[in-house]
């Protein structure tokens, strides 16, 4: 069974400034992807950034990108350049990469304010 | 392009009392899957739908059931509810391929059992 943790359940970052958000996972899988999800005060999930395991390039998103370790099981997220609209709950998630469905595990949440 | 839609999104039940959750994927999306989110349990998967077929479920009891619809719309339903099954009930829904393996969420379904 995979498992997904993220070790900070809140931050803060001051708007313009750099925030990390850490999550590292565990799977014996050798394929798989691997996700930040964004849950702002409505509620409403979605998609920020994701990596799939085997690209060795981490991914970039404007503002958003990732820094993946494979061999640590790491994939933490880098937010530049924080703005107001940021302010959420980040969630890192795995999914395995095979026709068996679409089932993510997901960390326990990084709640992130930005401040003015 | 409508979003995933997910009624009622707010509701209030008694405990014993049983409940049914309706989801409506993006048009062309067959894949819907349930997640249940409580402040104390994070974010957990309850079950998987592709072409009307329960394709994976999660470690939640028998009264936690769904199906799916030849339209590709869901419904989850408990029964004999109780205090720890108050939580914000998430849709999600995807294409048959995982080729990205995004999946797209509705705004959920706010129980809340007293």
């Known amino acids: 069974a995979q498992t997904v943790t993220q070790s900070q359940p809140e931050m803060s970052v001051q708007e313009a400034e750099t925030v990390t958000l850490s999550c590292t996972y565990d799977?014996?899988?050798?394929?798989?992807?691997l996700f930040w999800y964004k849950q702002p005060p409505s509620r409403q999930m979605i998609l920020v950034i994701r990596q799939e395991a085997y690209k060795q390039q981490n991914a970039t998103e404007n503002r958003f990108s990732v820094n993946f370790q494979k061999a640590a099981k790491s994939f933490s997220l880098k937010i530049s350049d924080s703005q107001l609209g940021d302010t959420a709950m980040y969630f890192c998630?795995?999914?395995?990469?095979?026709?068996?469905?679409?089932?993510?595990?997901f960390g326990g949440g990084t709640r992130l304010m930005v401040k003015p | 392009k409508a979003g995933v839609t997910q009624t009622p999104r707010y509701l209030i039940k008694t405990r014993g009392q049983q409940v049914t959750l309706s989801c409506s994927p993006i048009?062309?999306?067959?894949?819907v899957s349930w997640y249940q989110q409580t402040p104390g349990q994070g974010l957990q998967f309850l079950f998987e739908y592709f072409s009307e077929t329960q394709r994976n479920k999660g470690n939640f009891p028998g009264r936690f059931s769904g199906r799916q619809f030849s339209n590709s719309r869901s419904e989850m339903n408990v029964s004999t509810l109780e205090l720890g099954d108050s939580a914000l009930y998430l849709c999600a829904s995807s294409r048959a391929t995982t080729d990205t393996g995004e999946l797209f969420f509705g705004e959920g379904s706010r129980l809340t059992v007293l």
């Open positions: 998630a795995f999914m395995t990469h095979n026709n068996a469905g679409n089932m993510l595990t």
């Open positions: 048009s062309g999306h067959r894949s």
């Open positions: 799977t014996s899988e050798n394929n798989y992807y």
